[in-house]
């Protein structure tokens, strides 16, 4: 089974013990993809609680639904915008999740509950003995530690030197242990490294959820990202031919099985797998280092379905602080205002953190790829938000100069109005077997898979169904587990 799903009934009375004692429950999945089935009990909670505080009842708030409110807000509409085309230069229709209203202002929040969750339930991780190890190139450390404080158990968050400032500060607040790797966000193997060397140093006193192999975070993007989007697909109407396309970053992996999910109710869309031109592993089998933080690179995830992805799109690094510097600064923010971005767009990009414009700019190269028109829509993601990278502005701007109205014109035209389809590869089949077959040098060789599995990943067809099957057991055990605590 691709997720664990075995019980230790000894380790789940002390889970359960322990959660009644800090009055935790814990939210299923169709809570998180439907919230007006949480209760009138939990909704009343919430009402007074602030959206980042360190509060178990903010479990709930894991979910695209939440109100977009710091304090006290309950659940709305999906969070979602429309990039407007005076941005996009494109014809099309780029639509983009927007996941700042998340606890601790990230989407990651909610992989990192998925895999938490199930071994809670299934006693497959003690929170009262053992500590939950979160290695990340950013944001899934941020939610693994964010989401061990509301359980009450023990974290460490692992995660590269070379991050934003913003990241660490926050994680001293909330994480038991924070371990800086070297290099940057493409340096993964060294965070592998540090997972390696602590689980010979700690052994069953720690356990370690890595994102680019736990198949908990695919399932949470399936079913919960993926019911997000075509939750706003059908509120906009939006017919089945013009669904046209869905971009994320590569990543962990994880966020591309919204994708998966999207395929399966239209099956004409193509599925974009973003990474930084720097770094370009899915592009040439390239390496290298970049500044598109928080989506890692020099390897395919475990997690990621190689065989469902149907175009790879490498962006430039640069373009990305760039268009950074330009939705944040006020002289690219009087620019846009200038060439007819309306007030409200102008408000909304404090939604895009750094790997959100490398998504925007995946959309966009995907639509003028497939030279898409008015009707056709491009979907993805805004995985964080400009608050998580404030210190780069400063950074920037001692590298490159003040950021004026010129600089802003220059951005606009070149980084986005004449965003190209250069470095961009339609993949046919055996494009997709070429990058399959890379995970063997990282997961069969150094990470303990077997050639057996990497075999199955590529020719079983029923080898990435059974993962969505097993969404209600898994929230039949969580219904079981929280039974036992109201006991």
Partial sequence: MLINLEKKPDVIRKNVDRCREKGILLPT?????????????????????GLWDVNPVNLYRITWHNEPKEKGGLFAGVNFIEIPREITGTKARILALAGKFFPCGVHKVGATYACLAPALVTGNFD??????????????????????ALLGCDSIAILPEDMSQ????????????????????SNVKEIFDKCHELDEQRGNHIV???????????????????????????????KEE???????????????AAGDHLK??????????GEALQCPTLLRNGFGAH????????????????????MVLSIDDQDCMDIYRLFNEED????????????????????????????????????KFYEMDEDDVVFTILTDSSVMYTSRLRELEEQQGRFTKTEAAKVHAAALMHQGIDNALELGYYDRLRIHNLKYYTWVEQQGKTYEELNRQWYDRNYWKELPQLTEKIDALIDEFNAEIRK
Avoid at 136 to 143: E, I, K
Wanted: hydrophobic share 40%; with cysteine.
């Fill in 291 to 310: 500044r598109i933080e928080g989506i890692g690179d020099k390897h395919v995830p475990w997690i990621h379905n190689v065989k469902n992805t149907d």
């Fill in 208 to 238: 370690i959820f890595n994102q680019f192999e736990q198949f908990e975070n695919y399932l949470w993007h399936y079913e919960v990202t993926g019911a997000a989007i075509l939750e706003v697909l059908k509120e906009l109407g939006i």
């Fill in 264 to 273: 399966n109710v239209y099956p004409g869309i193509k599925i974009g797998a």
């Fill in 166 to 185: 913003e990241r660490f500060n926050w994680l001293k607040s909330v994480a038991g242990e924070v371990i800086a790797t070297p290099g940057c966000e």
């Fill in 242 to 256: 013009n669904v046209r396309a869905y971009a994320s970053s590569t990543g962990s992996g994880g966020t591309l």
């Fill in 29 to 49: 999945f169709r809570e998180m993809i439907n919230p007006s089935l949480v209760s009138d009990e939990i909704r009343s909670k919430l009402t007074s609680v």
């Fill in 332 to 367: 690219g923010k009087e620019y846009l205002s200038s060439a007819g971005v309306s007030d409200q767009d102008i408000e909304n990009l404090a939604l895009f953190g750094i790997s959100g414009i490398g998504n925007m700019l995946s959309a966009i190269k995907m639509a």
């Fill in 127 to 148: 929170a009262s003995s053992q500590q939950a190890v979160w290695p990340s190139t950013g944001n899934y450390c941020r939610g693994g530690a964010y989401n061990s």
